[in-house]
């Protein structure tokens, strides 16, 4: 075999044990899928419609102040302001179902420190994996890959957005194989379940929970890593005398 086969089967064979293993963290016990499920749902629903209510007082506010804009665009920042917490109680509830333990709707809500440096993490992220797109795509998937886990530093260790982009692309150096092919598992079973509406919709509540399953075997080394590949004796080159 190869060493070039070694390293699909390695790869290959980390995504299907992260993905038994995510399957097993979110739907045993059934109760834990119903707690998922629901915070999934409030950490959706909630900041949009917190943020349609103040953009409806906004509007209302510019029209009682002559137009002024100013004020629309600071009611309308306090709208966002939910999505951005919301999003760093998602990815602490999907931490807590990866490591098999229940989830209270309580656990949606992180100290501001963290929410802002999860989002600023989310931001750079984006800012950067946007640019790696606007050169090629596989730059793109690359950088995506590599630094994906740069709100998980921030709210399982507390990092800033730039600590936490750094540890995620560290975190990665030997893995990004297999965690790009577990991404692209993802996409492809939501776009072939897409018919189903409520398929994309598992898929989505799943894989966050199978992302935040890889992180912690990234962080406690259990992720299988290229770099440890063994390479037989009579795949070694030939001396050069």
Avoid: H
């Avoid at 999907?94 to 949606?108: H, I, M, N, P």
């Avoid at 560290?170 to 776009?191: K, M, P, R």
């Amino acid at each position: 075999m190869s060493i070039q086969d070694q390293l699909s089967a390695q790869s290959l064979n980390s995504v299907v044990e992260v993905s038994k293993e995510t399957a097993a963290a979110c739907f045993q016990p059934f109760g834990r899928t119903i707690q998922l499920v629901i915070a999934w749902v409030v950490s959706q629903f909630l900041p949009g419609v917190v943020f349609a209510i103040t953009i409806l007082v906004a509007t209302i506010a510019a029209k009682m102040m002559n137009g002024q804009n100013l004020i629309t665009v600071l009611i309308s920042i306090i709208g966002v302001i939910p999505t951005g917490a919301m999003f760093a109680g998602w990815t602490r509830v999907t931490l807590k179902v990866a490591r098999g333990q229940d989830v209270v709707l309580r656990d949606l809500l992180c100290p501001v420190p963290m929410i802002l440096n999860a989002v600023a993490a989310l931001a750079l992220y984006w800012a950067v994996v946007g640019v790696g797109y606007l050169l090629l795509l596989i730059p793109g998937l690359y950088l995506q890959v590599r630094l994906q886990f740069a709100p998980y530093f921030c709210v399982d260790r507390e990092e800033n957005c730039i600590e936490a982009l750094k540890s995620s692309w560290d975190a990665t150096e030997n893995t990004w194989v297999a965690i790009g092919l577990f991404n692209l598992v993802c996409f492809i079973l939501s776009s072939v379940s897409g018919f189903t509406i409520i398929g994309p919709l598992i898929i989505t509540i799943v894989g966050a929970v199978g992302v935040a399953l890889i992180y912690d075997k990234l962080k406690y080394g259990s992720l299988v890593a290229p770099a440890k590949i063994t390479i037989a004796d009579d795949q070694l080159p030939d001396t050069i005398s």
